[in-house]
């Protein structure tokens, strides 16, 4: 269920390192009722299965699932 290549992870963590910026594009989450497309955030890490864990500027930390959900980085 939470596989992932070694290569993807790498490459996650060097497209989302900690501090970068970011901006929600799609969250699978029926639960979620702070976060809309358009949220921004500041990254703290990628963990081993590829979530993006985001300090969220509405309060939130969600986390942005690999394959489930999408951000993309932004420059301020």
């Keep these: 269920m939470f ?4 290569e993807t992870l790498e490459r996650l963590r060097k497209e989302y390192p900690a501090g970068a910026r970011v901006e929600l ?6 639960y979620n009722t702070k976060l809309f497309p358009g949220a921004r955030g500041t990254v703290v890490s990628v ?3 590829g979530t993006i864990h985001v300090r969220w500027d509405c309060g939130s930390s969600l986390g942005v ?3 489930e959900d999408r951000c993309r ?4």
């Design 73 to 76: 980085v932004i420059r301020e």
């Design 25 to 30: 594009d799609h969250m699978n989450d029926l």
């Design 3 to 6: 596989n992932i290549s070694k």
């Design 65 to 67: 699932v690999y394959g």
């Design 47 to 49: 963990d081993d299965i």
